[in-house]
């Protein structure tokens, strides 16, 4: 059986009425979640204190971000927006930006058109279908390369961009699948630069020759 002491300083005598076994044995001068300095604390009682104090602060911390993310949008993948870019088909109420270089962006990305986008990052463009098809095929004809979404096997996927309430308000085409977006009110929206996701990177494997 395993002990783990905490030490303290002054310690009281220890109670006759607590026997060692597989337990905490913690010495302190002053009472410790109801027992006294000295006493030998069971393990299974510690355990569910540490198991309630874990859950508060993880409620904690979730009430605190969901009131920080209150006017977050993010995207959502669905094939019938892929089918939408990959078809060469420009929505006529939405204004087009992308992100990364001209010949072959990183994102290409439509807003409807009731909403103004703010961004440093994202240049707008008045966006043709020529010049969608062009893209489309540049960016199929792309190497190998490990920006891409692991999931998405270097191809580009298309995505619904949400606003807070899970509304569509835009569309999106990519080889990332991370995307946020702040509404600050007054129909504006500011999109963050997109990336790839914690742990959706391309994994590679390399032989070498003898």
């Known amino acids: 059986m395993s002990t783990i002491t905490i030490i303290y300083n002054n310690p ?3 109670p006759s009425a607590w026997q060692k076994g597989n337990n905490i044995k913690i010495f302190d001068g002053q009472r410790d979640n109801g027992y006294f300095a ?3 604390i069971p393990l299974e009682i510690k355990m569910k204190q540490i198991v309630v104090i874990f859950l508060s602060l ?5 009430s605190s971000s969901c009131a920080v993310n209150a006017n977050l949008g993010t995207i959502r993948e669905h094939n019938d927006v892929t089918r939408v870019f990959r078809s060469y088909q420009v929505i006529p109420n939405y204004n087009y930006f992308y992100y990364g ?4 962006p990183d994102t290409i990305m439509g807003i409807d058109n009731r909403y103004t986008v703010q961004s440093d990052f994202w240049t707008q463009v008045d966006l043709t279908p020529e010049q969608l098809k062009t893209w489309v095929i540049a960016l199929d004809r792309m190497p190998e390369l490990p920006d891409f979404a692991r999931s998405y096997m270097w191809r580009y996927q298309g ?3 949400l606003d807070p309430q899970g509304s569509i308000v835009g569309i ?3 080889k990332l699948d991370w995307g946020v977006f702040d509404f600050p009110g007054g129909n504006v929206i500011i999109p963050f630069q997109p990336s790839l996701k914690p742990g959706s990177e391309p994994l590679f494997l390399r032989s070498w020759d003898d």
Request: avoid cysteine; hydrophobic fraction near 50%; glycine fraction near 4%.
């Open 172 to 174: 999106w085409y990519s």
């Open 12 to 14: 009281p005598p220890l």
């Open 159 to 161: 995505a619904y961009v």
């Open 101 to 104: 270089i001209y010949l072959e």
């Open 58 to 62: 993880y409620l904690l911390f979730f």
């Open 38 to 40: 000295g006493e030998t």
